[in-house]
């Protein structure tokens, strides 16, 4: 278990209120530590939810890279997940933990309060779910942007711009045998489809110069990156025109993950644990077909949090 996570028991009875109406207008609360970001609770509450973070690419990375590239690969603190089984988020599980959310005595965290018991989601229990390195400043990359890329010069030639799509299937279709060149495809591709994903627009220039240069793509903060957009997204759902629904950006698998760790009634409904490593996102095996809303809310999260 996550013995350094810190969760604290609270021993102030909070009623918890489930009501059956479908009606968006929420009430927000003034926020202090032991207030629900919604203060009416709402077992049927549907809105549709987008994500960019694709877990489920992690298969195309498995079939792309050859046995010498995935050694490679396996030297940087993305390595690792080339072991996992690649899933589809399940956006009605994030949905419900969120539900439950309180306010927090720090800005970095995110914090939820469930049968009594305080989860604190920070910087700590995000490191420890995703292993991931790279925690100082972050740094400008120069570069010219009148200047093409190396990489999109030479394996995409007749294009000033490249999608996450059009990468996608550039490693379905293809096999390198430079082998430094694909684990940099590979980790551009890693960063764009699962850390700090873009949705439909061209890949950063950016992120095409880091991934060519090793040295200055080893020493970039992508933990830091990562937790700054996953948690200002966390944070931003349920604000605004609900009626159109959110969208979750970063990766948001991450706090999946640590709810599994924290909750065995989510963990029962929701996934099978097939390991105990680290980092911890490598311990779970997501279910393909999750439970409905009403199944997550009456046993998701009626089992006491593990200790």
Known sequence: MFSIFYIFIDFVNTCLHLFGSKNLDLVFVSFSENDYFIQERLDSFHVRIQERCKMENLAILQEFLTDSQKSLFQESSFGPYLDMQPFKVPLQTIHSLLMYRVGSRYEEEICFKINDTFLRFSLEEFAVVTGLDGWGDKFNVDFNPK???????????????????????????????????????????????????????????????????????????????????????????????????????????????????????????????????????????????????????????????SS
């Open 147 to 305: 200047v093409t890329p190396r990489l999109v010069k030479k394996y995409f030639p007749k294009q000033s711009a490249v999608t996450n799509a059009d990468l996608k299937h550039f490693l379905v279709d293809h096999t390198l045998e430079d082998d430094d060149d694909a684990v940099k495809l590979a980790n551009i591709f890693f960063v764009d489809s699962i850390l700090i994903p873009t949705r439909g627009r061209s890949i950063p220039s950016y992120l095409w110069y880091l991934g060519d240069d090793e040295s200055s793509f080893s020493l970039y903060p992508w933990a830091r990156v990562c937790f700054d957009e996953t948690l200002k997204s966390l944070k931003s759902a349920f604000q605004g025109n609900l009626n159109t629904g959110y969208e979750l950006c970063g990766f948001p698998a991450s706090l999946l993950i640590f709810a599994l760790e924290c909750l065995p009634g989510l963990a029962a409904v929701t996934a099978s644990k097939v390991g105990d490593e680290m980092p911890k996102i490598l311990n779970w095996k997501v279910k393909k077909y999750q439970p409905h809303l009403s199944t997550l809310l009456s046993n998701g999260f009626t089992r006491s949090v």
